[in-house]
T-cell receptor, first 114, second 107 residues
Framework: GAGVSQTPSNKVTEKGKYVELRCDPISGHTALYWYRQSLGQGPEFLIYFQGTGAADDSGLPNDRFFAVRPEGSVSTLKIQRTERGDSAVYLC????????????FGEGSRLTVL | GQSLEQPSEVTAVEGAIVQINCTYQTSGFYGLSWYQQHDGGAPTFLSYNGLDGLEETGRFSSFLSRSDSYGYLLLQELQMKDSASYFCAARDDKIIFGKGTRLHILP
C-alpha cells in the first residue's frame, strides 16, 4: 500500500487477555517505531526497529509487552495479560534510511481493555 | 532522562501569527521535528531542523538553537484548519515526542 497500515483499527478485549497489533510499514522503509498515545498526550515511545532487530526497546513499560519484526517489514506488538491501563491508541510509524526526523504514521490501533 | 517541554495550549486569531516553543533535554541530539495532529487523526510531519537556524516551508517555519536546547514552530496567516495539536520531537537514535500544544484559532 501507499501508507503505513495498522490492523485492527479497533480492538476491545477483557482484562487478562492477550492482544496482537499489526503494522505494515511503507515498502522499503527500514526503521519502524511503535508509540502509545493516550487522550490529550503526546506519542509515548515504546520500541523501534532497524531492519529485523530492536534497536531500542527502552520504552516498553514491562515484560507483558513484546514486539517482533522477523523479516524486516511487518511488525507485531504483543501484549499479554492486558490491564485496563493498557487502553490507548497504539501508533506505528516508519521511515526510510537517510530520513532525518520524518516519520510516516499509520492511523493507529485503538485498544480498549474492559 | 529525556524530556521535551511545550505549552499545553495556545490561542490565536485567524489570519494572525503564532509561535509554539519547545525546550528539550536529551542524552544525545541530532535534530528537532514538528508534527501536526488533528483530532482522531495520525500525526503528520511538518518540518525538521538538524542545524541551528530557521527552516521555512510555506506558511510554517521552524527554528532551532542547539546551544539553548530550544526550538519553535511559527505558523503564519492562520487558518481555521490549523486548529490541531502540535508536537515537537527530538531525535537521538530514537525519536521522542513532547506532550503537545493544542492550538485554538478564533474567527
Amino acid at each position: 500500500g501507499a501508507g503505513v497500515s495498522q490492523t485492527p483499527s479497533n480492538k476491545v478485549t477483557e482484562k487478562g487477555k492477550y492482544v496482537e497489533l499489526r503494522c505494515d510499514p511503507i515498502s522499503g522503509h527500514t526503521a519502524l517505531y511503535w508509540y502509545r498515545q493516550s487522550l490529550g498526550q503526546g506519542p509515548e515511545f515504546l520500541i523501534y526497529f532497524q531492519g529485523t532487530g530492536a534497536a531500542d526497546d527502552s520504552g516498553l513499560p514491562n515484560d507483558r509487552f513484546f514486539a517482533v519484526r522477523p523479516e524486516g517489514s511487518v511488525s507485531t506488538l504483543k501484549i499479554q495479560r492486558t490491564e485496563r491501563g493498557d487502553s490507548a491508541v497504539y501508533l506505528c510509524a516508519s521511515s526510510y534510511r537517510g530520513s532525518a526526523g520524518e516519520l510516516f504514521f499509520g492511523e493507529g490501533s485503538r485498544l480498549t481493555v474492559l | 532522562g529525556q524530556s521535551l517541554e511545550q505549552p499545553s495550549e495556545v490561542t490565536a486569531v485567524e489570519g494572525a501569527i503564532v509561535q509554539i516553543n519547545c525546550t528539550y533535554q536529551t542524552s544525545g541530539f541530532y535534530g528537532l521535528s514538528w508534527y501536526q495532529q488533528h483530532d482522531g487523526g495520525a500525526p503528520t510531519f511538518l518540518s525538521y531542523n538538524g542545524l541551528d537556524g530557521l527552516e521555512e516551508t510555506g506558511r510554517f517555519s521552524s527554528f532551532l538553537s542547539r546551544s539553548d536546547s530550544y526550538g519553535y514552530l511559527l505558523l503564519q496567516e492562520l487558518q481555521m484548519k490549523d486548529s490541531a495539536s502540535y508536537f515537537c520531537a527530538a531525535r537521538d537514535d530514537k525519536i521522542i515526542f513532547g506532550k503537545g500544544t493544542r492550538l485554538h484559532i478564533l474567527p
